[in-house]
Nanobody, 124 residues
Framework: QVQLVESGGGSVQSGGSLVLSCAASGDTNSAYCMAWFRQAPGKEREAVARISSGGGTTHEDPVKGRFIVSRDNAENTLYLHMGSLTPMDTAMYYC??????????????????WGQGTQVTVSS
């Protein structure tokens, strides 16, 4: 099992930047995919970006060119560098993990491990 703890959320003005972090603990010696999801009020949880154990990344269309996902395997930490933020990015951001070398896709149901979430609020 893997335990996840996010940090780095906050309030920022439109056009600003934030960096989210997610610290993993537990069975981190096994290969695992790490991902970011977000959920805005009244909306479904949606995938943002994910990175495989080997470093292969996928960024969903709404964040391509603005967000970058990365991981430090030595520190068992996942990052999300967010730039050019808009009010549409306002949401609770969640870190998720799934065991295995490759990521299981964009469906939240395929990720059994979740953090508690960190709020990102972007004002216009």
């Amino acid at each position: 099992q893997v335990q996840l703890v996010e940090s780095g959320g906050g309030s920022v003005q439109s056009g600003g930047s934030l960096v989210l972090s997610c610290a993993a603990s537990g069975d981190t010696n096994s290969a695992y995919c790490m991902a970011w999801f977000r959920q805005a009020p009244g909306k479904e949880r949606e995938a943002v970006a994910r990175i495989s154990s080997g470093g292969g990344t996928t960024h969903e269309d709404p964040v391509k060119g603005r967000f970058i996902v990365s991981r430090d395997n030595a520190e068992n930490t996942l990052y999300l560098h967010m730039g050019s933020l808009t009010p549409m990015d306002t949401a609770m951001y969640y870190c998720a993990a799934a065991m295995g070398y490759y990521c299981p896709g964009s469906s939240a149901t395929r990720y059994p491990y979740w953090g508690q979430g960190t709020q990102v609020t972007v004002s216009s």
